[in-house]
């Protein structure tokens, strides 16, 4: 599913959905560049409903607001740059520029009470191989403050397609009606614009071919790390050539999360989550569900799921996993930066002050190794979705050690070390579940990975070049290019990522509430002239929110059409 | 004044220096836009609304103003910076960079001053020859070069092209080991450089100025030997506003190695300070300012006393 060709932006420092991912494809389009004439005759149709949409709403134009992201992605600051400007040339808008660290950003933009601030925030998605979470993550009404809904945009109507085409059994049991449905879909969120998608991210690892061997990309951003070192579902065991054993991980952010309820982003995810915390589910590289913790299933009816779990799975404390685990690990989701995770699909009730009540929850241990799982009702993306709540050992639970400062999992790594700002360290797990067969082994090849924080991207690319690390990913566009066309002692693997760079409006705030002036702004953000200059063409302008990654549910002509029709003429 | 006097006296006026440096660190909280506690937890989903009290009360916030400050004092003299919501205990924090950041000052500072002395002094002795033009030029380099970028383009030459240096420090091992000390030499001159040119400048024109000086002509007219001319009686005198210059090197050094840590993912406290500035975090950056604020006072001291020890006649 790699796609070099058109390859493209750094995903590092996204805010992270599911785990999960699929395949490739192209989008075009106009810059955006305007200005306001004096001569009215002469605005663009965008400039146009701009116009109109302050009218309505009686404000008078400049509209001051401030554009924010994370001040440690250069390509986002440049691009996040170039809108700044094209807003401020309409004459309808004084934008200021602000920067953040990524944590506290994230914990800004995630914060419930965002949407009181007046800010454009940009930002990425990783979302997986569903469609749903492509929507869902960014314009339903229940992500605000949960990822990634910053300013709480809600639509009725939309609210309701999207609950649709993952709850309602009429609709997604067959593909072509879903299919369909998300075309209408796309296309209202696209009308709307409550958040504008920018591009369709790309993840670029570049590494020595000659170390680290049999190396194959994730198609989507989220988990690939691990996927690519040892992932037994999709056949996937990287080795390194080297006596030591040890990889060595240049990683361009600190990891600043070990607690599965509080990792929202995707270096903790890459480094931390799939490394370390495994669920009864996850996703192959072609997006098809595989057993993890649980080694099968059956559906009993509509909403329930009975699961067998692995009989003999050990902790990394040297803890059993057994089913009683399940309810006390997933209730501690309950009010956490990751409660979607459990409780966007988990039945359960709430008590008056919103609660979640423990014993409703719809997990219902059978014995030592069934467990029927409850939904809320019928669910498109029921099994993976089973798949995002980590089960902790007893250890954890109790508070005995606390998971903020040293993750226990069943994963095929086990926690080492970690120094803040500087280096993490993990050791593969012997007795980790996974017996081996003809193309995995039964533990990892990679006997250690030690990720060193290198937060410049010169000095990351220095350290690769000189051996000092052996993989890193998240580089700059210029750096990939050069590391792709001119240097032939390293590889660069490229895929389309499962996620979008997109900006929030301040929908609570002056024009920002109109419609009209959003589709209007939308059509300025200079997509094609952001995918040249800044991603040096390794990413595809995104207007719609499904990445080209889930083809079954999106294509380029559909993408182009919806371009075209909702979006006005800039020029 | 006896000399213990002077010192006892210069020991005394540090009382409102740090006076003033401490005020004007405490003042950071207040000055940040919004309340510092909004910033702590406001935007931390997970936080509950009686934790801002809470927090309030335990940093004295819910006092007048004089009150906290006096608490702050006393927490800061007793190194209880509070904790930040990312870093944890802040004195832990800066327990464990600092030791890193002060091998790297201190490596720079002594090439500043092994570089910067002789060869100001070979520049002064042998002025308007090709090797003072030599020095001028290099010292303007020296000044003009941004430090992140002399610490890329080291990296380039250095670890990658001739494969001396590696990249980055060596991770398994502590600061003094053989190996660290080998890495530490890239970005020792990095952080070294500017100090050394301008040291170097220093150096050469007071030099020159005290050649010119009538007991230079009475040394060499009674016979000595030029060497002691220069080493005995020039050196000496020269020294004083080397020293000066030397001392204030300090506050360069350190906001250098802000710079220089991240180029070199050297673990100091720099990289935490940028890091810190970044997440708002105020505790973690008063703290490190704080810090930065009295060993400036405490260098510009040990300037004052090694004035009195080269010069006699100072005594204020």
């Keep these: 599913m790699s796609n070099s060709d058109n390859s493209g932006n750094t995903t590092r420092r996204n805010l992270l959905k599911g785990m999960s991912a699929v395949s490739v494809a192209s989008a075009t389009g106009l810059a955006g560049c305007a200005g306001l004439e004096d001569d009215e005759a002469e605005l663009s149709e965008a400039l146009e409903l701009i116009q109109e949409g302050f009218e309505e709403e ?61 800010e454009i925030y940009a930002v990425g998605l990783a979302a997986g191989f569903d469609p749903d979470a492509f929507v869902r993550a960014t314009q339903h009404p229940d992500r605000q403050g949960a990822c990634c809904n910053g300013h709480g945009f809600s639509d009725e109507e939309l609210t309701e397609l999207i609950d649709d085409g993952r709850f309602d059994p009429d609709i997604f049991t067959d593909h072509d009606t879903r299919r369909a ?61 080297r006596d030591d054993n040890e990889l060595v991980v240049g990683l361009p952010e600190n990891v600043n999360n070990f607690d599965p309820i509080n990792i929202d982003d995707t270096t903790a995810a890459t480094t931390v989550r799939t490394l370390i915390y495994e669920g009864l589910t996850t996703y192959d590289f072609d997006g098809n569900v595989h057993g993890q913790l649980a080694e099968d299933w059956e559906q009993l009816d509509e909403t329930t799921y009975r699961f067998h779990l692995r009989e003999g799975v050990e902790f990394h404390n040297g803890e059993e996993l057994t089913t009683d685990l399940i309810e006390p690990s997933w209730w501690r ?38 467990v029927e799982i409850t939904f809320q009702e019928p669910d498109a993306t029921a099994l993976p979705s089973v798949g995002n709540g980590v089960v902790i050992p007893q250890e954890l639970i109790d508070g005995d050690t606390d998971p903020t400062e040293t993750p226990i999992g069943t994963g095929p790594y086990q926690f080492e070390e970690f120094r803040d700002d500087d280096l993490y360290r993990v050791e593969s797990f012997d007795d980790h ?37 052996d993989f890193t990913y998240g580089l700059g566009s210029d750096d990939v ?65 499904v990445s080209p990654m889930v083809e079954a549910f999106t294509d380029s002509d559909l993408r182009q059409s919806i371009r075209d029709e909702e979006l006005p003429a800039t020029e | ?42 935007l931390n989903p997970e936080a509950e ?74 520049a002064a002795v042998n002025k308007d020859d090709l090797a003072d033009d030599v020095s001028r030029v290099a010292a303007l380099l020296g000044i003009a070069t941004p430090n992140f970028w002399l610490g890329l383009i080291l990296i380039l030459v250095f670890a990658l092209w001739l494969d001396l240096f590696p990249v980055l420090p060596p991770s398994d091992t502590h600061l003094l080991a053989p190996e660290m000390l080998w890495f530490l030499i890239l970005p020792a001159v990095t952080i070294g450089t500017a100090s050394t040119a301008l040291l170097m400048r220093i150096m050469r024109s007071s030099m020159i100025e005290e050649l010119n000086k009538d007991y230079v002509r009475t040394a060499r007219a009674k016979g000595l030997h030029e060497r002691t001319v220069i080493l005995k009686h020039v050196l000496r005198n020269s020294l004083i506003s080397v020293v000066t210059v030397a001392a204030l090197m300090t506050a360069s050094i350190v906001d250098g190695a802000v710079v220089v840590e991240v180029v070199f993912s050297w673990p100091g406290l720099g990289e935490t300070l940028v890091t810190s500035i970044n997440r708002r975090d105020i505790f973690a950056v008063q703290a490190i300012v704080l810090l930065v604020g009295v060993a400036i006072v405490i260098a510009n001291l040990l300037a004052d006393i090694i004035y009195a020890l080269l010069d006699p006649r100072i005594r204020y």
Aim: proline share 5%; net charge negative.
């Design chain 1, 58 to 118: 009686g404000i008078e134009a400049p509209f001051e607001t401030t554009i924010v992201t994370n001040a440690d992605n250069d390509d986002r600051v440049e691009w996040v740059g170039l809108i700044q400007e094209v807003l401020d040339d309409t004459e309808f808008f004084e934008v200021e520029r602000e920067t953040f660290e990524w944590g506290t950003y994230v914990q800004r933009i995630l914060d419930p009470e965002y949407a009181e601030e007046n």
């Design chain 1, 181 to 241: 449905h998300y075309d209408e879909l796309q296309r209202l969120s696209v009308r709307l614009s409550g958040v504008s998608f920018v591009n369709f991210s790309q993840q670029h690892d570049v590494y020595d071919p000659d170390v680290l061997q049999d190396w194959e990309t994730y198609p989507g951003s989220s988990s690939k790390l691990i996927k690519g070192l040892y992932a037994p579902e999709s056949g996937a065991a990287a080795s390194i050539d």
């Design chain 1, 333 to 370: 989701y309950a009010g956490s930066p990751r409660e979607p995770d459990v409780f966007e699909w988990l039945a359960h009730e709430r008590d008056d002050d919103g609660q979640v009540i423990r014993d409703s929850m719809g997990v219902e241990a059978i014995d030592d190794y069934t």
């Design chain 1, 433 to 469: 579940w996974f017996e081996g067969d003809g193309d995995v082994p039964a533990e990892p090849n990679i006997e250690r990975v030690s990720c060193r924080i290198i937060r410049e991207d010169a000095s990351r690319t220095a350290a690769l070049l000189d051996g000092d690390i």
């Design chain 1, 481 to 545: 290019v050069e590391f792709r066309d001119d240097r032939d002692d390293f590889e660069v693997q490229s895929t389309t990522a499962d996620g979008y760079d997109y900006v929030g409006w301040p929908v609570e705030h002056g024009p920002f509430g109109n419609a009209k002036v959003r589709r209007g702004v939308s059509a300025l953000i200079p997509r094609d002239l952001i995918a040249e200059q800044v991603f040096q063409g390794l990413v595809d302008p995104a207007v719609t929110p």
């Design chain 2, 1 to 42: 004044m006896t000399l213990r006097r002077y010192v006892l006296k210069r020991l005394l006026l540090l009382v409102p220096v740090l006076f003033g440096v401490s005020v004007i660190t405490f003042s950071i909280m207040h000055l940040v836009p919004g309340d510092i506690i909004d910033i702590m937890i406001g």
């Design chain 2, 49 to 122: 609304e009686q934790l801002g009290d809470q927090l309030r009360e335990e940093y004295h916030l819910d006092k007048p103003l004089w009150e906290q400050y006096l608490f702050w004092v006393r927490d800061a003299i007793m190194l209880d910076f509070g904790r930040s919501p990312i870093l944890g205990d802040v004195s832990a924090v800066i327990a464990s960079r600092l030791p890193a950041t002060i091998l790297l000052g201190a490596a720079g500072w002594i090439i500043a001053m092994v570089i910067a002395i002789p060869s100001g002094i070979y």
